[in-house]
């Protein structure tokens, strides 16, 4: 059966960097897509890391937030950097597999103002 389990999460000073990783109980390349997403009390789920958003880069135009696949853990990564209190979420690992979604139960991230 499909699982996502996220790992990583916890309080980090403004400035400072956390790295996540989601653990997949199926090979990963069974995926046609997977990513993380955040979502912030009060606020609808909104995907990261993806370089849609400004917010996701810095001045220099480097992605804050990037991805990593680690095939022989079968493991995705998520390092974030340059953290500010508005990126203080629940981070969930997605992915999907044919018509199905799959989520995490979500890592708390806690960057205090």
């Known amino acids: 059966q499909v699982q996502l389990v996220e790992s990583g999460g916890g309080l980090v000073q403004p400035g400072g960097s956390l790295r996540l990783s989601c653990a997949v109980s199926?090979?990963?390349?069974?995926?046609?897509?997977m990513g993380w997403y955040r979502q912030a009390p009060g606020k609808e789920r909104e995907p990261v890391a993806t370089?849609?958003?400004?917010?996701n880069y810095q001045d220099s135009g480097k992605p804050r937030f990037t991805i990593s696949w680690d095939s022989a853990k079968n493991t995705m990564a998520l390092q974030m950097n340059s953290l500010t209190p508005e990126d203080t979420a629940v981070y969930y690992c997605?992915?999907?597999?044919?018509?199905?979604?799959?989520w995490g139960q979500g890592t708390q991230v806690t960057i205090p103002s």
């Open positions: 997605w992915g999907r597999q044919n018509a199905e979604e799959f």
């Open positions: 199926v090979s990963m390349y069974s995926f046609s897509a």
């Open positions: 370089g849609v958003f400004d917010t």
